[in-house]
C-alpha cells in the first residue's frame, strides 16, 4: 500500500551555483509530496494519516519562515555578526538537495520511498528509491 501526504513551508535562500536570478536571495512556497509504501495492513489501515504528520511535520516545519543557507555562504559569517536566525545546511540551497535531505530525515522515521519538492507551481523535482 502506498500513502501519499502532501505538506509546505516559505522560506528564503540563495543558490550562488545555479545563475544570478537564483544567486540573489528570494523566497518560495515549497510544497511537499511524500510517497510512503507499507506493506503490513491491520484492520484495513496501514497507519494513521496523523501518525503519519506527526513524524513528518515536525521534519518539514523546522524549516518554516527561515533563511536557508549554504555553510559555505559568506553570508552566514554576516548574519552570525547581527544575530539574524537561519538555518546552516551542508549544501547549496537547490530543489535537488533540499529534496534528499528532507527524504533522508524522513527516511530515518517511515518507509518513505519518494518525495516530490516544488519551488513553483511549474519546477518540481523528484526524488525517488527502488521500492
Known amino acids: 500500500m502506498i500513502i501519499e501526504k502532501k505538506y509546505h513551508f516559505y522560506a528564503a535562500h540563495r543558490n550562488k551555483q545555479a545563475g ?7 523566497g518560495h512556497t515549497y510544497y511537499v509530496i511524500c510517497h510512503f509504501k507499507f506493506n503490513k495492513i491491520k484492520d484495513g489501515v496501514t497507519m494513521l ?9 515536525p521534519i518539514i516545519k523546522q524549516y518554516d519562515h527561515y533563511f536557508l543557507l549554504y555553510e559555505n ?14 538555518i546552516k545546511l551542508p549544501f ?8 534528499v535531505w528532507i527524504f533522508n530525515q524522513i527516511r530515518n522515521k517511515l518507509p518513505i520511498i519518494k518525495i516530490q519538492l516544488a519551488e ?12
Open 20 to 26: 544570478e536570478k537564483c544567486g540573489r536571495i528570494h
Open 49 to 57: 494519516f496523523s501518525d503519519i504528520d506527526k513524524v513528518v511535520e
Open 73 to 86: 555562504d559568506p553570508l552566514c559569517d554576516m548574519l552570525n555578526l547581527i544575530n539574524e536566525p537561519y
Open 92 to 99: 547549496e540551497t537547490s530543489a535537488e538537495n533540499i529534496s
Open 120 to 131: 513553483t507551481k511549474s519546477s518540481n523535482v523528484i526524488y525517488e528509491i527502488e521500492s
